[in-house]
């Protein structure tokens, strides 16, 4: 029987590091999806924060069918509302969704974006 | 129906007899029964095991997730705990996230965040993907939180969806949406409301409503419940009492 | 046994079920980039997409909806599937006309049924020959009580 693989004692679920730290500025990419994803259209290309690291499991792209792959760190990232929705009118407003670390990339400054490690993507 | 028929046509075709009064079934309903009983015939689950975790599931209630926010409500260093490790603070007021399996189960997993609201912070929880929910806190999902219309609307609309349910909030409050998409399972914990100085716990729970936790609502003396209209189900289940409708 | 006349219209609503666009032609040659996505977009992510208000309701549970998460959950449970696996059949699998058209919970038990199917534990003959019996259960409980003999 094969348990959910983040029940499992944190020496075995972490095999990788995380990449990413609370309060760095992120990119959500727009990478080809097909079938299957729980990475939201509406965050797409939009730039916000890291607001907690949660766990480290598979990805929804290969636990959904049934691939006993690599974990990845999970990230809340935080939004700025104004920044997902054109006609937002709320400056103070946020929104908050969980992301595995191979949807983000680190973004330098406001400017655009810097990807770090582009050659191991 | 039509009656019109021909005798001596080969007779396969009996519609002109009125169809056999059925006790009435719908497909759903027949596609549920034949899946549970083949899983049982092939050795996939027990009769008994289906029943044991038909029992947990009839035995969660947002009462729970009311009893912690009291307890956060008057107990710092319990609030402390909920905010350092949810999952293990959930234990001192009785819920287990590992149960009924003993690892969780297989769609509430054991990520809790409780978020919680400030006087300049307030939380609202959505799964735009499906209906994520923190079950064992909550009880089931009420069934407009399931809904396309909800998960549409409120990332985006905040504001509008509150008011709708009769919450509106100023500007120079922050509305932060929870979208709660991967593992993690959330729950609001509201602001202290004023004019319950002194009460006790389960003074404060009474007020601590589902609608309060899932932040579509703010506790206030007085609020006990959440008023919704309610669709009645053909063939309700029997043996216990509703869940997923306000118990308060 | 459906009627004929049941089955014809049967046929008529089947035949009236389409994707969103309709065409003289079904099955474009091409697809323009915006609509691939669209197409290929997975139906449960659905926030920000516009909606109207409605009055949100509470709904009590039928037994066969409680039946269905709960044999959902223990083949989760004994490891036949995951949750994640049940989300990525019941809410994108099914594609998007049964996504937005069937019941919430009729999408857990179609797709329970359909990965029992997929990964062999059952055969769709025998899925079938079971339905049937189910169905035959309730009709023949009034039998006895058929109008054309007399009762």
């Known amino acids: 029987m094969k348990q959910n693989k983040s029940l499992e004692t944190p020496q075995m679920a972490i095999d990788k590091s995380a990449r990413f730290k609370v309060g760095d500025r ?15 259209m509406y965050t797409r290309g939009v730039v916000g924060t890291i607001a907690a690291c949660t766990y480290q499991d598979l990805i929804p792209e290969e636990e959904a069918f049934n691939l006993d792959g690599q974990v990845e760190q999970y990230y809340i990232v935080r939004f700025r509302q104004k920044d997902l929705w054109p006609e937002y009118p709320f400056d103070n407003d946020t929104l908050q969704t969980e992301s595995p670390e191979r949807w983000l990339e680190l973004v330098s400054d406001e400017s655009g974006p810097e990807q770090e490690r582009k050659g191991s993507e | 129906m039509s009656h019109t028929h021909t005798h001596g046509d080969g007779g396969a075709d009996h519609s002109h007899r009125a169809a056999p009064m059925v006790e009435e079934i719908t497909d759903f309903e027949v596609l549920e029964i034949a899946v549970r009983e083949l899983a049982i015939e092939h050795g996939l689950f027990t009769a008994e095991e289906h029943r044991r975790f038909t029992e947990w599931a009839e035995s969660i209630e947002p009462a729970a997730g009311s009893r912690l926010v009291a307890k956060a409500w008057t107990d710092p260093a319990f609030k402390a705990r909920v905010m350092e490790d949810a999952v293990k603070a959930c234990k001192e007021i009785g819920i287990d996230w590992a149960e009924p399996t003993g690892f969780g189960t297989p769609s509430d997993y054991m990520h809790l965040v409780v978020l919680e609201d400030t006087p300049t912070l307030h939380h609202v929880i959505v799964c735009t993907l499906c209906s994520c929910y923190p079950r064992p806190l909550l009880g089931m999902s009420p069934e407009w939180y399931r809904t396309t219309n909800y998960r549409r609307r409120l990332v985006r609309w905040p504001r509008q969806v509150l008011a709708e349910f009769g919450l509106i909030l100023p500007p120079e409050v922050e509305v932060r949406v929870e ?20 009460w006790t716990e389960e003074q404060l729970a009474e007020i601590v409503t589902r609608d309060c936790m899932i932040g579509v609502a703010l ?16 063939r309700p289940v029997h043996s216990s009492p509703q869940h997923g409708e306000a118990a308060q | 046994m459906s009627s004929r006349s049941e089955l014809q219209q049967q046929q008529e609503i089947i035949g009236s079920l389409q994707p969103a666009i309709h ?19 997975p139906p449960h992510d659905v926030g920000g997409q516009y909606d109207v208000p409605v009055h949100y309701e509470e709904k009590e549970e039928e037994e066969w909806e409680l039946n269905t998460y709960v044999t959902c959950e223990v083949l989760g449970w004994k490891g036949v599937w995951t949750a994640e696996e049940r989300r990525r059949r019941a809410d994108n699998d099914l594609g998007h006309t049964l996504y937005f058209g069937i019941p919430y919970y009729g999408r857990w038990i179609w797709s329970a049924a359909k990965m029992l199917v997929d990964k062999k534990h059952i055969s769709l003959a025998e899925l079938l020959a079971k339905i049937a019996e189910v169905k035959s259960r309730y009709e023949t409980k ?9 009762h």
């Open chain 1, 26 to 40: 992120v990119r959500v990419k727009d990478m080809p999806y097909l079938f299957y994803t729980r990475s939201q």
């Open chain 3, 23 to 41: 065409s003289p032609q079904n099955w474009n040659y091409e697809v323009a980039g915006p609509l691939y996505r669209a197409y290929m977009h």
């Open chain 3, 142 to 150: 009034q039998i006895t009580r058929n109008p054309s003999d007399g």
């Open chain 2, 219 to 234: 506790p206030r003396p007085g609020r006990t419940a959440d008023v919704h209209p309610v669709h009645k189900a053909r």
């Open chain 2, 179 to 198: 979208d709660s998409n991967q593992k993690c399972r959330f729950m609001v914990l509201p602001v202290r409301p004023a004019g319950t100085e002194n």
